[in-house]
């Protein structure tokens, strides 16, 4: 007999004779009643054990954590919050449970503690619900653009180049690292190298989509990006996911078009497929927030917040215009600020651009138009000379979600920023060329992935959205 998942029975439209249940045990009452969880919905099922024929060896057995299998007849439950429960006419225990060890209690824990307990805590209500809203989202992005007839692309996660040109990463060699092989002038000669040169984790699979957008028009990434940037925030991740589309023919407006209908479109979708996890984590929200000063408290549920996003228009504003109402904003004035707003030209940070979010304009906000040397080099130069067709996208509570602009399509002017940065032409031949061949207007973002997550579960910290979160001094699992 096939078991059944515990959601299809907590689903089913009537009783059952003969159904066989697998799981986990979350709790165990009266030495009677066993909240079963199996990962298929954050709901257990009841299941009540004929603890007068069951032998006293395996009730012993049966603790928070265990694996069973229970056999046994779905009927409508006479207690209060289910529908239905399995009346258990046999229990087999699948593993054992050592219950004085077993780290995730039926009790609140902390989540540090959790951290700690990666490979556990996705056996607790929130980490489920997490993980599950997180393999929705991604769901999300493969729809979305698949039914727009975009090409989905897989990128290299080893390469030579550096695309954000931020020297953040982590390099890659079969070097050994006594007696490494060293040129003349001894530098490390990593023509003896596996691959012949120097190569490392990718920042972004934004330059290699680039050459598929100029002949497959609208493509998109989704995968593993690796930064060695050492800001322990609870926004970065040294190992992330980005999605990265880039479409060929669209100027900046398009591009924040499609990045607008895109966040709405997943959140629509999960919202739609999740409904029992992000009311869960709403519950979780509205708990923690009951530890915060009054002051500090958000106004808005969460379902309210993604209900926000996908009725609200995303407000566009230029960074010159984000420049001067952060000059004049009472933080910045009386000096609450970290980093002070003198100057345009100054790069902003979280603190900015969570202000301008949160406190100025109270819903997202995409920032357009910065100042060509806070970016990357291959953005659109605008006609003033000292502005470029980037843009941000700042979401309540994360600050930025999105970065991406209109690429600079021109040769000469790419070739001459490259050599001002210093950019190697010779290791990005090949970017280059597809300004040489039929080069054309296009336009494209990077959305990272768990900072999506973050929102749409109403989390705080990045590292509690990814399985096996990757930070500076952290390895485990
Ligand atoms: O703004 P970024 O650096 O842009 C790029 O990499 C471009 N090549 C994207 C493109 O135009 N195709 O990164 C894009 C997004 C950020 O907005 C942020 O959401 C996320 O990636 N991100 C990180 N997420 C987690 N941990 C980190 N260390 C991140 N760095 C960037
Ligand atoms: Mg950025």
Redesign the pocket.
């Known amino acids: 007999m096939k078991h059944t998942k515990v959601k299809d029975l907590l689903s089913s439209t009537k009783t059952l004779n003969e159904v066989n249940a697998k799981g986990w045990v979350r709790t165990f009452r009266n030495n009677q009643f066993i909240a079963l969880n199996d990962g298929s919905t954050i709901n257990n099922i009841q299941c009540v054990v004929d603890f007068e024929n069951t032998p006293e060896e395996t009730l012993k057995r049966i603790t928070t954590g265990a694996a069973v299998s229970v056999y046994g007849e779905l009927v409508e439950s006479k207690g209060a919050g289910q529908k239905y429960e399995i009346q258990v006419s046999r229990l087999e225990i699948l593993g054992d449970s050592d219950a004085e060890k077993f780290p995730m209690q039926p009790k609140k824990h902390s989540l540090e503690f959790l951290r700690e307990n990666a490979h556990l805590r996705v056996r607790t209500n929130a980490f489920g619900a997490i993980m599950r809203v997180r393999s929705v989202l991604a769901h999300a992005v493969h729809n979305y653009f698949q039914e727009k007839g975009f090409v989905y692309v897989n990128t290299p996660i080893i390469t030579g180049s550096d695309?954000?040109g931020a020297g953040e990463m982590f390099k890659v060699t079969a070097l050994p690292f006594d007696g490494t092989p060293r040129t003349e002038e001894g530098k490390v000669n990593y023509k003896e190298d596996f691959f012949g040169k120097e190569t490392n984790l990718t920042?972004?699979g934004?330059l290699e989509a680039e050459t598929y957008a100029m002949a497959l028009g609208q493509v998109y990434t989704f995968g593993p990006t690796f930064?060695a940037?050492n800001s322990n925030t609870s926004?970065?991740?040294a190992e992330?996911w980005?999605i990265?589309p880039e479409v060929a023919f669209n100027d900046l407006n398009d591009n924040m078009d499609l990045a607008e209908d895109f966040i709405q479109y997943v959140i629509k979708y999960t919202m739609d497929k999740c409904g029992d996890d992000l009311k869960f984590l709403e519950g979780r929200l509205v708990e923690e927030e009951k530890s915060k000063p009054q002051a500090e408290r958000s106004e808005m549920t969460l379902l309210e917040k993604l209900n926000f996003v996908l009725e609200n228009n995303f407000k566009r504003v230029s960074y010159t215009e984000a420049i001067d109402i952060l000059r004049d904003c009472t933080p910045n004035k009386k000096k609450k600020f970290n980093y002070i707003i003198n100057e345009w030209g100054a790069d902003l940070q979280s603190e900015h651009e969570r202000y301008l979010v949160e406190k100025h304009f109270k819903c997202p906000v995409i920032l357009f138009d910065y100042p060509a040397n806070i970016k990357a080099f291959y953005m659109r130069l605008n006609e003033d000379g000292k502005t470029v067709r980037a843009m941000d996208i700042l979401f309540p509570g994360i600050g930025?979600?999105?970065?991406?602009?209109q690429r600079e399509e021109r040769y000469d002017v790419l070739v001459e920023k490259m050599k001002v940065l210093g950019i190697d032409e010779e290791e990005l031949w090949w970017y280059l060329d597809t300004r040489r061949f039929g080069s054309a207007v296009h336009s494209?973002?990077?959305?990272?992935f768990?900072?999506l997550v973050l929102f749409v579960t109403g989390m705080t910290n990045?590292r509690d959205v990814i399985p096996f979160p990757r930070t500076p001094q952290n390895a485990e699992f």
Request: charged share 30%; no cysteine.
């Open positions: 695309a954000e920042v972004s934004q930064r940037e926004r970065h991740l992330f980005m990265e930025e979600i999105v970065g991406g602009s494209g973002f990077g959305l990272g768990e900072r990045i």
